[in-house]
């Protein structure tokens, strides 16, 4: 299937590693042009060097907190590459623990980038894209059902599907999409840090794979493939959903 993704251009956050990065060299493996942000300045410059350079590949260093963010990652893609078609909107996980435990400052300092960063994103993108256009959330399987340990994730990500489908309902009649993502167990750093955090990695990673259908845990590219064909002209009557990308462990219809 042709994707229809030659030439188009995409910012991403949070896509020096992970889920975007993965969903960054999909894009770029399938002929688009993205436009990165992440926080630190020698992982913006690996993953544009790992993307195949400036012709496919510009990073920006920079984070969701900041409230210039999202006007400055439009204008690059603007500059660099002279058109906007979509967005990927990933920021890092929140820190673990129960939603009791976690002290005021975590929830703020959270809620400020987790939250409040990526509703700025999607509004900024959701104004600058054209007819066409498609904007992708990664939130998490904790967007429907809570995943323990990680109270901060069941709070908020519920709260941001919500918006997407709220941006999805107010920009669709300008022919933009807006798409919820929802992670299962994807192989990250982010998950090699919670199986770390258990003391013993190895039973915790297989308890994790018997409570999913497909018995192991997801690879990154089988995100990003899902991501790239969401954010492509392919899927051009997809909106306002969530689609888990899980191995099936979401019990819910």
């Known amino acids: 299937m042709d994707l229809g993704l030659t030439d188009r251009v995409y910012v991403l956050t949070g896509a020096s590693r992970g889920l975007g990065h993965a969903t960054a060299q999909c894009l770029v493996a399938d002929g688009a042009r993205v436009v990165l942000a992440a926080r630190r300045d020698d992982a913006v410059a690996t993953a ?13 260093t920079a984070d969701l907190a900041d409230p210039d963010t999202p006007e400055r990652l439009v204008a690059a893609a603007r500059q660099h590459f002279g058109r906007l078609d979509g967005a990927l909107v990933s920021v890092g996980g929140p820190p ?11 929830w703020r300092q959270s809620f400020e980038t987790v939250f409040l960063g990526s509703v700025r994103m999607v509004r900024t993108v959701a104004t600058a894209l054209p007819d066409g256009g498609a904007i992708a959330l990664v939130l998490s399987t904790s967007a429907r059902s809570p995943v323990p340990g990680l109270g901060i994730s069941n709070g908020l990500r519920p709260g941001l599907a919500g918006v ?32 770390a955090a258990s003391g013993d990695p190895e039973r915790a990673r297989a308890d994790a794979e018997a409570g999913i259908p497909l018995r192991r845990i997801g690879e990154p590219a089988e995100f ?6 969401v954010l492509s ?14 191995g099936g462990a979401l019990r819910g219809l």
């Open 224 to 229: 990003g493939r899902v991501a790239a064909f």
């Open 96 to 106: 673990p623990g129960s939603a009791a435990s976690i002290d005021d400052q975590q």
């Open 233 to 246: 002209p392919a899927a051009s009557y997809l909106t306002g959903v969530t689609i888990p990308v899980d």
């Open 48 to 60: 544009v060097a790992d993307l195949g350079g400036p012709e496919r590949a510009v990073g920006i």
């Open 164 to 195: 997407a489908k709220d941006v999805a309902d107010e920009y669709g009649p300008r022919g933009v999409r807006v798409v919820g993502l929802l992670p299962g167990r994807i192989m990250t750093d982010r998950n090699r840090e919670l199986f």
